[in-house]
């Protein structure tokens, strides 16, 4: 996982199908968090929030498609995997309904 103000999008691009996780905070909330470099940070996942070891709490978003990815260990390909039943009807029914393509 990697904390920033911001990322490019390439970068962010690359790390998610690298399966990095990118966690955006706004500059003040960033500054705060990092004032005291030895203190440590806990990542809930499941929450999507970021926790000091004195306890400040930073809520940070994640679409919910990649949450569930990361929830469930899955990359691009996986994800899509993981609606392979839903995929084959979809094609079973086209091919039914579409004779020609």
Known sequence: MVV???FADIFHGNAVRNRLLTVTLPGELFDMAGANRHQSLTVD??????????GASYPFPIAAS???QIMLGLDEIGGTLAHADTIRQFEHHRLLAERWV
């Open 4 to 6: 920033a103000e911001s």
């Open 45 to 54: 996942l499941r929450e999507q929030v970021l926790v000091t070891g004195i």
């Open 66 to 68: 990649r949450h569930e």
